[in-house]
Antibody, heavy 122, light 109 residues
Framework: EVQLVQSGTEVKKPGESLKISCKGS????????IGWVRQMPGKGLEWMGI????????RYSPSFQGQVTISADKSINTAYLQWSSLKASDTAMYYC???????????????WGKGTTVIVSS | FVLTQPHSVSESPGKTVTISCTRS????????VQWYQQRPGSAPTIVIY?????SSGVPDRFSGSIDSSSNSASLTISGLKTEDEADYYC?????????FGGGTKLTVV
């Protein structure tokens, strides 16, 4: 069974750094992209970016370029989403998902993690 | 480009509902469209991929289509059940990334 297990809830202060994780199992982790999606409280889904664990190639949506870093460690089948300086506006649920990429302009997410809640408050 | 969905739709059990997803620029047929269901308190799950392909385990009450004349995609759910009450999101791609629609809240009453 394909599974993505995300790290637990984080409560941080503005200005702090954070790295959340997403561990894949049940499939070839290095052969599929992993994506991250933000969902702010009461709002819709936002595509943040993707990483290919096989070679650590990463792509960012314009809104998130420079705001976060997406990475992966293929030795432990884990992808990461990190911030160097959190803001209150980063408070949200963050989902990782396996990305099926059939072409340079054809991506979709077929298996999702349960989400990581990030709360940033002073 | 932007994908625009109605904020909410409502229909009775047993009826049929259609949720639209309109692409702002470029052809809707240029990139495949997917649909995701998100029930309250849960992660999204994929319902339709590549315009009209049902994901594994999704009942055939769910169907997807695209209409080039209106530059939109549609998700149709027939024989509505109360368990279909959820938020639905369309998604497509541009170069190297995905784009979600704003989501539609389906109420089954």
């Amino acid at each position: 069974e394909v599974q993505l297990v995300q790290s637990g809830t984080e409560v941080k202060k503005p200005g702090e750094s954070l790295k959340i994780s997403c561990k894949g199992s049940g499939y070839s982790f290095t052969s599929s992209w992993i994506g991250w999606v933000r969902q702010m409280p009461g709002k819709g889904l936002e595509w943040m970016g993707i990483v290919y664990p096989g070679d650590s190639d990463s792509r960012y949506s314009p809104s998130f370029q420079g705001q976060v870093t997406i990475s992966a460690d293929k030795s432990i089948n884990t992808a990461y989403l990190q911030w160097s300086s959190l803001k209150a506006s980063d408070t949200a649920m963050y989902y990782c998902a396996r990305v099926i990429a059939k072409a340079i302009d054809h991506f979709y997410m077929d298996v999702w993690g349960k989400g990581t809640t990030v709360i940033v408050s002073s | 480009f932007v994908l625009t969905q109605p904020h909410s739709v409502s229909e009775s059990p047993g009826k049929t509902v259609t949720i639209s997803c309109t692409r702002s620029s470029g052809s809707i047929a240029s990139n495949y469209v997917q649909w995701y269901q998100q029930r309250p308190g849960s992660a999204p799950t994929i319902v339709i991929y590549e315009d009209n392909q049902r994901s594994s385990g999704v009942p055939d009450r769910f169907s997807g289509s695209i209409d080039s004349s209106s530059n939109s995609a549609s998700l149709t759910i027939s024989g509505l059940k109360t368990e279909d009450e959820a938020d639905y999101y369309c998604q497509s791609s541009d170069s190297s990334n995905g784009v979600f629609g704003g989501g539609t809240k389906l109420t089954v009453v």
